[in-house]
Nanobody, 122 residues
Framework: QVELVESGGGPVQAGGSLRLSCAST????????MGWFRQAPGKERELVAAINWKSDLIRYSDSVKARFIVSRDNAKKQAYLEMSKLEPEDAAVYYC???????????????WGRGTQVAVSA
């Protein structure tokens, strides 16, 4: 049973920063790729950032480039999303996803977390 648990969400003012974490309770953390996704009310879920096992392939959506940093610590079985210069448009439920390397190209994980809410006030 693979379980991904997100944490670190909450309210923040525009221009502020948050760090999201995704922990895996699976005995194995060998996911070829991890990704962060978000879904705002009335909008489709979108890929924000994705990273491969070796952390040498990373993908960002255009809307978060230069503001967000994705990383992972395989030994700790965790992935992270450092978010800075947050804008009201970044407010959403953020989900962690994991899967094969295809995730970086398709944006579709095999496993999902339950999400953590990020609220950005102007």
């Amino acid at each position: 049973q693979v379980e991904l648990v997100e944490s670190g969400g909450g309210p923040v003012q525009a221009g502020g920063s948050l760090r999201l974490s995704c922990a895996s309770t699976s005995p194995s953390f060998y996911f070829d790729a991890m990704g962060w996704f978000r879904q705002a009310p009335g909008k489709e879920r979108e890929l924000v950032a994705a990273i491969n096992w070796k952390s040498d392939l990373i993908r960002y959506s255009d809307s978060v480039k230069a503001r967000f940093i994705v990383s992972r610590d395989n030994a700790k079985k965790q992935a992270y999303l450092e978010m800075s210069k947050l804008e009201p448009e970044d407010a959403a439920v953020y989900y962690c996803g994991a899967g094969t390397g295809d995730l970086l190209s398709t944006g579709t994980p095999d496993y999902w977390g339950r999400g953590t809410q990020v609220a950005v006030s102007a």
